[in-house]
């Protein structure tokens, strides 16, 4: 690794460590470059701003779980199952097993406007239009806003496993566990594919 790319990753990493620990308006440049040991003028050439270094450390993440949902889907031919279309969207998100991962994530979701401004509009718009896509031709006869809700539910279920798993064995006394990710994406994909079979809304359109 040269040693431009090595600032360049030390900055991202301590970035990434003090904004899930203490936050986004809460970390300045100058706490970075300490816990780097760079000084202010390489993250400004590597960077430019604080927004571009956030923006940096959300694709670092994001980036390579869309990516690996799009093979998934594309893998699954041109009529995927359901339960084909719901692993392909939450495998990705639910084997990763990089703790650094989880803070940041949280503190993302803590906040909404954050999450749509710097998540959902730069990473995720297009990867939702494509599985909603996906969803609708695998259940023809959910209405298009029932599709968006149990969407949205299978992302609440992803996130709080990720979120809270680790301490899943402190509150179950050990029964459950999430060390075995296949597993654990196989329980998802059932109980999430089992809600979008359900009955549709009175009020869905």
Known sequence: ???KADTKSRIVDAAEKLFGMNGFEATSLRDITREAS???AAINYHFQSKDSL??????RRIEPVNKRRMELLDAAGPNPTLEQILTAFMAPVMKVKTDAMVPLMGRILSNPDLFVDRVFLKHLAPV?????????????DLPPSEVLWRLHFSVAVMTHTMLWGRVYPKITNGICDIADRDALVDRAVRFVAAGFRAPASQESD
Request: hydrophobic residues 50%.
């Open 1 to 3: 690794m040269s040693e």
């Open 38 to 40: 760079v000084n202010l």
């Open 128 to 140: 939702s239009q494509r599985f909603s896509e996906a969803l609708s031709k695998a259940l023809p």
């Open 54 to 59: 956030i923006d940096a450390i959300v694709a």
